[in-house]
């Protein structure tokens, strides 16, 4: 699984990575405790959201999520997927899944969220339920690849799909520097003030003027 914290908490003092790492951490830890069905990622999803609900440890901010299941007995895929985070399935060379974008509008993901008493109401805040969710049969070797919008955003699928064909084999010193390749491609891109990313192309199909 991958999230995301939404970055305006910023502005209210709040590191946004508390609450997508809280999550993940949490959805890891019911897993590990076999407190899932392998076909409902969204279950995971939604029993690590309560979770937080419920803490009493003070929490606040907001995140998307990505939650992928391989079931190995089936060679099935199992996913879910709230807001722009997301997933690609790789294969030959080719994407042949993909995970949707789930936008409210531009650059306003859906997003689980935990708001003060006073903000409740005024905090964009999605359900788990409201999840896009899939199944598919996976073959062997293909090769999954779960990242927030700070790879999508930065790096088309031709990009992607270069560095991935540099993968020689599936050991985990070799997958970890592919991963790392990618992450550091993405990260060397953002800060490109030229750079006509895919970011820039939606913002500029959204009627702004942004490079980078």
């Known amino acids: 699984g991958v999230a995301d914290g939404v ?22 830890r019911l897993v590990k405790e076999g407190r899932f069905v392998p076909s409902n990622p969204v279950g995971i999803l939604t029993a690590g959201y309560c979770e937080l609900l419920q803490n009493k440890v003070p929490l606040l901010g907001s ?3 990505c939650i992928v299941v ?26 042949v899944h993909r995970s949707d974008e789930q936008q409210h509008y531009f650059n306003t993901p859906f ?16 359900s788990p339920d409201a999840a896009d969710s899939t199944s598919f049969d996976v073959q062997l070797g293909d090769i999954i690849l779960t ?3 700070g790879l999508f955003d930065n790096m088309p699928d031709y990009m992607i799909l270069q560095e991935l064909k540099k993968l020689k084999n599936s050991n985990y010193e070799s997958i970890q520097q592919t991963a790392r390749s990618i992450a550091e491609q993405a990260h060397e891109l953002a800060y490109d003030p030229t750079y006509m990313s895919p970011f820039a192309q939606f913002a500029c199909d959204n009627g702004l003027n942004v490079r980078g």
């Open 147 to 149: 990242a927030t919008d």
């Open 7 to 28: 970055g305006g908490w910023r502005d209210y003092g709040v590191d946004p990575s508390q609450f997508s790492g809280t999550l993940m951490r949490t959805c890891e």
């Open 111 to 126: 997003q689980l969220s935990i708001a003060p008493p006073e903000a409740e109401g005024v905090v964009l805040s999605d």
């Open 63 to 65: 995140s998307t999520a």
């Open 70 to 95: 391989l079931d190995r007995t089936s060679h099935r895929l199992h996913t879910a997927n709230l807001g722009d985070s997301g997933f690609l399935v790789v294969r030959g060379g080719e994407v």
